[in-house]
T-cell receptor, first 115, second 111 residues
Framework: GAVVSQHPSRVICKSGTSVKIECRSL??????MFWYRQFPKQSLMLMAT?????????EQGVEKDKFLINHASLTLSTLTVTSAHPEDSSFYIC???????????FGNGTRLTVT | GDSVTQMEGPVTLSEEAFLTINCTYT??????LFWYVQYPGEGLQLLLK?????DKGSNKGFEATYRKETTSFHLEKGSVQVSDSAVYFC??????????FGAGTQVVVTP
């Protein structure tokens, strides 16, 4: 079945540095990718919707300058957390779909810890 | 806006017990409804879905019926196993295809 690969699975960085998380669709072309953030014991919060070749659409309250999303190809989207702070520590999950009504496939998530 | 409310966990039960996780939703239009499962250390996986009223989704012994009159999509399994221990998320898909998730319910099944 369709697979979405997310890398890295875990990353620890120092406050003030930037971290890039990759989301790849391995056996299908993803016209749309979504980025979620999951707080401990809480639900997934949609951060942004990314369509290939266009700017990401951010949800209300999500800082677009802090969370840079790029979807430059049909198989790759990246989320860059810029100038990371400890409060950015969280579990980030991407999902991807081929077409509008196609099933969503999720990556295994990235645990970001900012020290 | 659209939202999903599901029962809080953790839900602890013994193997072979009956499991119900309540899920209700509010939405404009006619959303599709989903249950996702997150096993320890893994990503989310689609468990089942229903796209219209009265549809029943089923998979791995789990079932849920799309009830428009009660705006509910409760998850049930007749006889749980230890391997069913996970966090279960109810979700709806809005008109843009974006998923809104409930808070998740942790299920712990003991031998």
């Amino acid at each position: 079945g369709a697979v979405v690969s997310q890398h890295p699975s875990r990353v620890i960085c120092k406050s003030g540095t930037s971290v890039k998380i990759e989301c790849r669709s391995l056996d299908f072309q993803a016209t749309t990718m979504f980025w979620y953030r999951q707080f401990p014991k809480q639900s997934l919060m949609l951060m942004a919707t990314s369509n290939e070749g266009s700017k990401a659409t951010y949800e209300q309250g999500v800082e677009k300058d802090k969370f840079l999303i790029n979807h430059a190809s049909l198989t790759l989207s990246t989320l860059t957390v810029t100038s990371a702070h400890p409060e950015d520590s969280s579990f980030y999950i991407c999902s991807a779909r081929e077409y509008y009504n196609s099933p969503l496939h999720f990556g295994n998530g990235t645990r970001l810890t900012v020290t | 806006g659209d939202s999903v409310t599901q029962m809080e966990g953790p839900v602890t039960l013994s193997e072979e017990a009956f499991l119900t996780i309540n899920c209700t939703y509010t939405a404009t239009g006619y959303p599709s409804l989903f249950w996702y499962v997150q096993y320890p250390g893994e990503g989310l996986q689609l468990l089942l879905k229903a796209t219209k009223a009265d549809d029943k989704g089923s998979n791995k012994g789990f079932e849920a019926t799309y009830r428009k009159e009660t705006t509910s999509f409760h998850l049930e399994k007749g006889s749980v196993q230890v391997s069913d221990s996970a966090v279960y998320f109810c979700a709806l898909s809005d008109s843009w295809g974006k998923l809104q998730f409930g808070a998740g319910t942790q299920v712990v099944v003991t031998p």
